[in-house]
């Protein structure tokens, strides 16, 4: 009997995290579609953009963004133009980029970035938006997030000087809203580095105890660490949100 009810507790739980999850598109400011899974934490929760690393798809986040909502926040997870394919997800932006030849320099992600930004805040209606980036994304979330007001905070996995004709250290200085930065432990010198020129009573540098991998991958259940990353995680998102 008991394992009867843990089998239908377990059933109802999946197929309520299928029914919040669903693929969404939205069009770049350069017309390009962009393909993303998006998370439903409800009305009023706020929207954790999540974006790749290089050769890698929304799928990055397939295994962290059902946490994330269990944490109670939204999650969009973007295909950018460069891409590939990651725990089993294709990238469907690169593809289609490719076929009408659009730019799929990493410098062009911004474009993909903003086009996330304008869906969670317009489309999906969100008051506070956090813009979440992976090694080249994380520049680029970095550079977002000093301009653009529709950011309330950013997170940052393994930021670096990674995109040609892109100098990230020139926009930390700017960031005026709370920041978490992050990377495996042989980065995190790297990563403070990074983030020097940035006011610190916005940034919250988390150094794990030792271990860890480039970019978000931390936060998925095959770092040995993840927990550790998300908990630092969600102590930040709680604490600023």
Known sequence: ??????????????AVSAQAQKKVSFVAPDNLKITADLYDAGAGAPVVILCHEANSS????????????AMGFTCLAIDMRAGGTKNGVANET???????????????GEQDMLAAVAYANE?????????????????LALMIGAYDDRITAIAVFSPGEYIED????TYVQYIAKPTFATGAN???????????????????????S????HGAKNLD??????KEYLDALERFLKRYL
Do not use: C, W
């Open 123 to 139: 489309t999906l209606k969100a008051e506070k938006i956090i813009l979440l980036g992976s090694s080249y994304s994380a520049g």
């Open 1 to 14: 009997m008991r394992n009867s009810i843990f089998t239908t507790i377990i059933i109802l739980a999946l």
């Open 186 to 208: 042989s980065e995190i010198g790297d990563v403070r580095a990074m983030m020097a020129g940035m006011n610190e009573d916005y940034l919250v540098l988390f150094s794990p």
């Open 221 to 226: 259940q095959s770092t040995p660490n993840h």
């Open 58 to 69: 929304r799928g990055e986040f397939k295994n962290a963004a059902p946490k994330l909502v």
């Open 94 to 108: 690169t593809p289609d980029a490719i076929e009408k030849k659009f730019p799929i320099a990493l410098l062009y």
């Open 210 to 213: 030792g271990g860890g991998v």
């Open 166 to 169: 892109l100098s990230v250290s």
